[in-house]
């Protein structure tokens, strides 16, 4: 590996990163007690304490509403007893309900909470006002888990990705509804120390009101969420404890599959594939976590949401659902998002150090992939060779809400290389205005030889969050030879532009009406090149309605969009290309039983997959989508997507149709076990304005999955793949081509087995 200057300002500057001192704030807050006995809902039966375990325990009341009516008393009455004892701490929600028919309350699957009533609570266990741990439950007890990161980045907020083992438990009254929390504390991290200090806040969720209330008050009039919620003392002499988990896992899988790259021409192949892995978790000071995989469970059950990927000119982000990379995935989150864990395909082993000790937090992954190495030339010296990754994050807290951090990232693949070293830090000026930054320089040399390059990017936005107005404006810069290997690029942050997004809303609140809220916002977005030339511009005003389960925009936008020479193939000259869009939203969730999502945009768009031999022109273009949940029974409930996509020239003359059709049903026997079935039905026609081909596809998706915790699991699952394909000879050789109807091009059967063995 050849030297390089690269890193060595690391020294440096993490030195300089943490020295600087912190500061805190004392305030009044809960006193939580040490309990004798694990409490129970029969301990609470006509939803009040009447054991003297209960009684024992702390009570918090009078939640406060934040959604329709900030300020203003819940409409319904919450009552909640916390307590704690060595291993865990308890919580037990008592949510009245003058109209108790009317929770909602169903089966369904662990995560899937947010249609049905919800109680919950949300714990900084380091009292750093930066991220905590949130814990949700229904009337059924089902149960959902993330983490929660501050940010001024429209990207912050909760990462579901989060999975804890806790127990949960609910139970509906005639009075409303009891839920109960059990939460170890070896399922959290925290400073090592006698005396605990977090930070605590309650949550409930009405959902026919379109209520969310909160203990403490959680307002809109001021930025942030972990400030606002009350200081917790009272837990001394309790530990995660050094513990250990070990999750082995056994994938199995038959597939049926068309080869469509076979030598001798496309052929159908059927191939077995057997895998054993293991997944090992040591916790040790309270709140250190070391990971260890080897031959990671990398196999995906849960299916990609659909999204609409024909006429882009931009790489389409999908979520991360692995679960090597789940847990503290927010320490190596940053606005600039240089960790992208989908980048890394097929590793072998990899190994994670996370945690924190006082003000400071400290994340690394050292993992390889061998994905870059599969499917090459015998003669191409890549052959085989895997990417070696390394990630390394530090952060140090500044006091309320303030932090600064660093991230560093390397691949190694051959003799080349992709570095990056970014300094991060967010600061909160006042009660509303906030500021976040960020630094990040890049280094690259081929894999297959060339010059080495550098580039860097600046990233600096400020944000103003209130009641009555908000204000979002973030200038970012990237130089033409930025580059992050691990990361993801939104066409706002691509290499060779500067740009500012400007947005400012103001809301207004109307009094005696069944508006809550309306707001006005005008948002735009202006780039250039590195020589101060315009490459795009976009400006609109958008009209927000919300009712107490209805929301209505409406918006309408003005585009700009200069192609330069080398934006696409042909153009050899500048064009400048002017078009716009309206767009009308819809979303209701009045009825238990149903709740839909519609939108409708119909304006103009950039034709960017014109015919052979032609450029991009502007096309008249409509947009539908369209999303209906159906629930007609407790335990079933039926998720409906329908997409359609249609672009055509000014002239009338068809350029293409995009149509996605997906249905999920699931039907929740248990809250264990469940039986889903997926259909998605996918068509792209061709008209003659375009290079595109017809393209057809219906999928079948069947799996059975008992799922215990998120680590121990059972499915057994069946797909099935049909498309617009015939298989021809053609002197001697086969070829495929398009056909009208559809042929069967693959299916599979597949069986995985994970347990979680923890002490």
Same mark, same amino acid.
């Given at each position: 590996m050849k030297s390089s200057k690269f890193f060595r300002c690391i020294l440096s500057g993490v030195i300089s990163l943490f020295v600087i001192l912190s500061t805190n704030a004392a305030e009044n807050g809960l006193t939580i007690p040490r309990i004798q006995g694990q409490p129970s809902l029969a301990d609470f039966t006509g939803m009040q304490p009447n054991t003297p375990l209960a009684s024992s325990m702390t009570k918090v009341e009078n939640f406060i509403q934040r959604e329709p009516y900030d300020g203003q008393a819940s409409a319904q009455q919450t009552e909640v007893y916390i307590g704690y004892d060595q291993e865990n701490i308890y919580t037990v929600f008592l949510a009245f309900d003058t109209n108790p028919e009317l929770i909602r309350a169903n089966l369904s699957s662990r995560e899937n909470v947010f249609e049905d009533d919800r109680v919950g609570f949300m714990v900084d266990t380091f009292n750093d006002q930066i991220s905590s741990f949130t814990f949700v439950t229904t009337p059924m007890g089902i149960q959902s888990d993330s983490r929660w990161t501050e940010s001024s980045s429209r990207r912050g907020g909760f990462d579901?990705?989060?999975? &804890?083992?806790?127990?949960?438990?609910?139970?509906?009254?005639?009075?409303?509804y009891m839920a109960l929390m059990v939460v170890p504390f070896r399922s959290l991290r925290f400073n090592e120390s006698n005396e605990q200090v977090w930070r605590i806040g309650f949550y409930r969720n009405i959902p026919r009101y379109g209520e969310d209330s909160f203990w403490p008050e959680y307002s809109i009039n001021v930025e942030g969420r972990l400030n606002q919620i009350a200081p917790l003392a009272g837990i001394s002499d309790v530990s995660p404890g050094n513990n250990f988990q070990v999750i082995p896992f056994f994938f199995a899988r038959e597939v049926d599959a068309l080869n469509r790259s076979f030598v001798a021409g496309p052929k159908f192949e059927r191939t077995s594939e057997q895998e054993v892995g293991v997944d090992a978790k040591f916790?040790?000071?309270? #709140?250190?976590?070391?990971?260890?995989?080897?031959?990671?469970?990398?196999?995906?059950?849960?299916?990609?949401?659909?999204?609409?990927?024909?006429?882009?000119?931009?790489?389409?982000?999908f979520p991360e659902r692995r679960p090597f990379f789940i847990e503290n995935a927010d320490f190596f989150s940053t606005d600039s998002i240089l960790v992208f864990t989908r980048r890394i395909v097929d590793p072998e082993g990899g190994i994670r150090l996370t945690g924190r000790s006082g003000e400071?937090?400290?994340?690394?992954?050292?993992?390889?992939? &061998?994905?870059?190495?599969?499917? *090459?030339?015998?003669?191409?010296?890549?052959?085989?060779?895997?990417?070696?990754?390394?990630?390394?994050?530090?952060?140090?807290?500044?006091?309320?809400?303030?932090?600064?951090?660093?991230? &560093?990232?390397? *691949?190694?693949?051959?003799?080349?290389?992709?570095?990056?070293? #970014?300094?991060?830090?967010?600061?909160?000026?006042?009660?509303?205005?906030?500021?976040?930054?960020?630094?990040?320089? /890049?280094?690259?040399?081929?894999? /297959?030889?060339?010059?080495?390059?550098?580039?860097?990017?600046?990233?600096?936005?400020? %944000?103003?969050?209130?009641?009555?107005? %908000?204000?979002?404006?973030?200038?970012i810069e990237t130089t033409p030879d930025f580059k992050t290997e691990l990361g993801f690029q939104y066409r706002f942050s691509k290499p060779g532009t500067s740009g500012i997004h400007q947005s400012s809303g103001i809301n207004f609140y109307p009094e005696n009406s069944g508006l809550n809220r309306w707001s006005g916002t005008l948002f735009g977005v202006y780039l250039e090149d590195m020589e101060g030339e315009k490459i795009y511009s976009q400006i609109g005003p958008t009209l927000d309605l919300r009712f107490d389960t209805t929301s209505l925009n409406i918006s309408r936008t003005d585009y700009n969009e200069i192609l330069k020479p080398g934006d696409f193939p042909g153009l050899n000259a500048v064009r400048s290309y002017d !078009?716009?869009?309206?767009?009308?939203?819809?979303?209701?969730?009045?009825?238990?039983?149903?709740?839909?999502? &519609? %939108? !409708?945009?119909?304006?103009?768009?950039?034709?960017?997959?014109?015919?052979?031999?032609?450029?991009?022109?502007?096309?008249?273009?409509?947009?539908?989508?369209?999303?209906?949940?159906? *629930?007609?029974?407790? @335990?079933?409930?039926?998720?409906?997507? !329908?997409?359609?996509?249609?672009?055509?020239?000014?002239?009338?003359?068809?350029?293409?149709?995009?149509?996605?059709?997906?249905?999920?049903?699931? !039907?929740?026997?248990?809250?264990?076990?469940?039986?889903?079935?997926?259909? @998605?039905?996918?068509?792209?026609?061709?008209?003659?304005?375009?290079?595109?081909?017809?393209?057809?596809?219906?999928?079948?998706?069947?799996?059975?999955?008992?799922?215990?915790?998120?680590?121990?699991?059972f499915y057994v699952g069946y797909n099935s793949n049909q498309s617009n394909f015939d298989i021809v000879e053609m002197e001697g050789e086969r070829e495929l081509i398009v056909a009208n109807d559809l042929r069967r091009d693959g299916d599979q059967f597949f069986v995985k087995f994970s347990y979680l063995f923890q002490r």
């Open positions: 579901p990705t989060f999975d &804890a083992v806790w127990d949960s438990e609910g139970q509906l009254t005639d009075q409303g916790v040790f000071n309270d #709140s250190w976590a070391l990971d260890l995989t080897l031959n990671p469970d990398f196999s995906q059950v849960e299916s990609d949401e659909p999204q609409v990927t024909v006429n882009q000119r931009f790489e389409v982000q400071y937090g400290f994340g690394s992954i050292l993992i390889n992939d &061998a994905a870059p190495g599969l499917n *090459r030339n015998a003669d191409d010296p890549l052959r085989g060779e895997k990417a070696n990754i390394a990630i390394v994050r530090g952060f140090r807290d500044l006091g309320e809400q303030d932090t600064i951090g660093f991230l &560093a990232t390397e *691949r190694q693949l051959g003799d080349g290389y992709n570095r990056v070293l #970014s300094f991060d830090g967010r600061f909160k000026f006042t009660d509303n205005w906030s500021t976040q930054m960020q630094l990040v320089g /890049t280094e690259s040399e081929p894999s /297959t030889g060339g010059d080495l390059t550098t580039g860097y990017q600046r990233n600096v936005m400020i %944000n103003r969050d209130g009641r009555t107005y %908000n204000n979002h404006t973030h200038f !078009y716009d869009t309206w767009q009308i939203g819809f979303n209701n969730n009045s009825l238990e039983t149903l709740q839909i999502q &519609a %939108n !409708y945009r119909q304006g103009s768009a950039l034709n960017l997959v014109p015919k052979a031999g032609f450029l991009p022109t502007v096309a008249d273009s409509s947009r539908i989508d369209l999303n209906l949940l159906l *629930r007609p029974l407790e @335990q079933l409930s039926i998720a409906n997507t !329908y997409f359609l996509t249609e672009l055509e020239t000014r002239g009338g003359t068809k350029i293409f149709s995009n149509e996605i059709i997906r249905s999920n049903w699931n !039907y929740q026997f248990t809250r264990e076990l469940s039986l889903r079935f997926i259909a @998605q039905y996918d068509k792209t026609e061709a008209g003659p304005a375009t290079r595109l081909k017809d393209d057809e596809n219906l999928n079948f998706d069947l799996l059975l999955r008992y799922v215990i915790n998120p680590w121990s699991a």
